[in-house]
């Protein structure tokens, strides 16, 4: 059975950074694409980024590039979502997931478990 548990969310300054974490615990966690989603009230849910099993690829949606930075430790199971230059609109619930194969995709049907989600809250 696979869990993902993120933390590091909370409330964020526009302009500053935060930090998240997704832990993942299950059989073969690490042989698998993960990736970032978030969804803001009142919108649908949208891809933020993901990576490649072994790390060595990464996508960023356009609305994020150059300010997030996702990257993994598989000797821990976690992916981590480095968030830069922080923007109110980046403010909504954000989950990771973990893919049906090694590579990764953009849509949500790509990816088969997912976390709970943690609290992204960014003033200006």
């Known amino acids: 059975h696979v869990q993902l548990v993120e933390s590091g969310g909370g409330l964020g300054q526009a302009g500053g950074s935060l930090r998240l974490s997704c832990a993942a615990s299950?059989?073969?966690?690490?042989?698998?694409?993960r990736s970032w989603f978030r969804h803001a009230p009142g919108k649908e849910c949208e891809f933020v980024a993901a990576i490649s099993w072994s790390g060595s690829s990464t996508y960023y949606a356009e609305y994020v590039k150059g300010r997030f930075t996702i990257s993994r430790d598989n000797a821990k199971n976690t992916v981590y979502l480095q968030m830069n230059s922080l923007k109110p609109e980046d403010t909504a619930v954000y989950y990771c997931a973990r893919g049906r194969s090694s590579d990764y995709g953009t849509t949500s049907r790509r990816y088969d478990y997912w976390g709970q989600g943690t609290q992204v809250t960014v003033s200006s």
């Open positions: 299950g059989r073969g966690v690490s042989s698998y694409a």
